[in-house]
């Protein structure tokens, strides 16, 4: 699926989204496990944080904000994107395909939680070689994915969503090769098949 027709399904729900997820703990536990090895790097104090698929922004923007940090989020749903600016106008959102977003901007650190497994599976290898790129040296990189190589349409809320992923072994490759340390990976909902890694930059 193209990510502006990804877009307007995420604009049809952006409501509804925000008001189950805003105070939602789902992802807090891993975020904060992720945000552990930042805060032990001597002389770290806040820093640059990017969160790619932000949707209204919410639960991560206030963990992030309340650890130091100064929000990027991009989202492709414009709607999104509004809501997060309501939410939270002291950062930074932007209404972007991160398949197309380019920045010089480096980041401490990096969200992208359930978030990349929307992206059309030739985007996955680029994207993640992208993000890893825009990280400074020991930033860290926490994101999702889905355990098997491929793709699949599911249907949620009466609409036709698109997902994929390159899997476990891949992903995995790809942080190597982009200089990339591991430090977790972890099927976190079993028997469900969804992953979360963190990395970090050497």
């Known amino acids: ?18 008001e189950q997820h805003q105070n939602s703990q789902y992802g807090l536990v891993q975020c904060e496990r992720a945000l552990r090895l ?3 790097q001597e002389g770290f104090s806040g820093g640059a944080a990017l969160d790619v698929g932000c ?17 990027t989020g991009l989202d492709v749903s414009a709607e999104m994107i509004r809501l997060a600016k309501e939410q939270h106008p002291q950062h930074h959102f ?6 197309d977003w380019q920045t010089e901007e480096r980041f401490d650190f990096i969200l992208a939680w359930d978030s990349l497994f929307c992206l059309p599976y030739e985007q996955q290898l680029p994207v993640l070689e992208k993000l890893c790129a825009c990280l400074n040296p020991g ?6 994915f889905g355990d098997d190589d491929g793709w699949h349409t ?8 698109y997902y994929s992923s390159i899997g476990i072994e891949r992903n995995i490759q790809c942080l190597l090769g982009q200089g990339m340390a591991i430090k977790h990976v972890e099927l976190d909902q079993y028997p469900e098949k969804h992953v979360y890694i963190i990395a970090s930059k050497i």
């Open 139 to 144: 930033g860290i990189f926490v994101y999702t």
């Open 94 to 99: 932007y209404h972007q395909d991160i398949c």
């Open 1 to 18: 699926m193209a990510p502006k027709e990804l877009g307007k399904q995420y604009d049809r729900i952006a409501q509804w989204w925000h």
């Open 38 to 40: 930042v805060a032990d």
């Open 55 to 71: 949707g209204a922004g919410g639960r991560f923007v206030r963990m992030l904000e309340e650890k130091g940090f100064v929000i």
């Open 154 to 161: 599911d249907t949620w809320l009466e609409d036709e969503f």
